[in-house]
T-cell receptor, first 113, second 109 residues
Framework: DSGVTQTPKHLITATGQRVTLRCSPR?????VYWYQQSLDQGLQFLIQ???????AKGNILERFSAQQFPDLHSELNLSSLELGDSALYFC????????????FGPGTRLTVT | QKEVEQDPGPLSVPEGAIVSLNCTYS??????FMWYRQYSRKGPELLMY????GNKEDGRFTAQVDKSSKYISLFIRDSQPSDSATYLC?????????FGTGTSLTVIP
């Protein structure tokens, strides 16, 4: 158990809908990272927050947004969902902002029908 | 060209064998080199990280980085059936994080 928690574990929704994925980092970690993992693309970095501020942005679509709250938990919002958004979404956390020692949560499996 | 390329495998070895997993990368600015292990339907688990050329050892695992060739490797000695998983290399530079597509390893008892 990495100490990173993600909810929900599974999510099934329809195209065009909006969902929110939640992540609680390990105690003491200030950075949160979001990733998307699909069979054809592998693990893709979406976005990083450090102590409430956006620190780095990867291949995140405009339909996706994230935030980190004062208690350091983070939410990833996915809107106008498409079939291609079906994937595993992972959250990771680290103490600092360099990202070389990330601890991953168990993931949320999103299925868009 | 992808930022990091990884031998896809799959790799199947007998128990006790030495396993070599490899990745190449394109950008010499990359600072940290990591290896993760991922069991089916689980989150990746950090095995090791390094930032310099050379070898870093941790138990049965050795991470090797050759910055001149832009090549990274993970060696697993005395492989065990519990090592059966997908291994992901990862690299980062400042504010970008790139993962290889993973090598599936099966260790046969």
């Amino acid at each position: 158990d990495s100490g990173v928690t993600q909810t929900p574990k599974h999510l099934i929704t329809a195209t065009g809908q909006r969902v929110t994925l939640r992540c609680s980092p390990r105690s003491g970690d200030l950075s949160v990272y979001w990733y998307q993992q699909s069979l054809d693309q592998g693990l893709q970095f979406l976005i990083q927050y450090y102590n409430g501020e956006e620190r780095a942005k990867g291949n995140i679509l405009e339909r996706f947004s994230a935030q980190q709250f004062p208690d350091l938990h983070s939410e990833l919002n996915l809107s106008s969902l498409e079939l291609g958004d079906s994937a595993l979404y992972f959250c990771a956390s680290s103490v600092g902002d360099r990202g070389h020692e990330q601890y991953f949560g168990p993931g949320t499996r999103l299925t868009v029908t | 060209q992808k930022e990091v390329e990884q031998d896809p495998g799959p790799l199947s070895v007998p128990e006790g064998a030495i396993v070599s997993l490899n990745c190449t990368y394109s950008n010499s600015a990359f600072q940290y080199f990591m290896w993760y292990r991922q069991y089916s339907r689980k989150g990746p688990e950090l095995l090791m990280y390094t930032y310099s050329s050379g070898n870093k050892e941790d138990g049965r695992f050795t991470a090797q980085v050759d910055k001149s060739s832009k090549y990274i490797s993970l060696f697993i000695r005395d492989s065990q059936p519990s090592d059966s998983a997908t291994y992901l290399c990862a690299i980062n530079t400042g504010n970008q994080f790139y993962f290889g597509t993973g090598t599936s390893l099966t260790v046969i008892p």
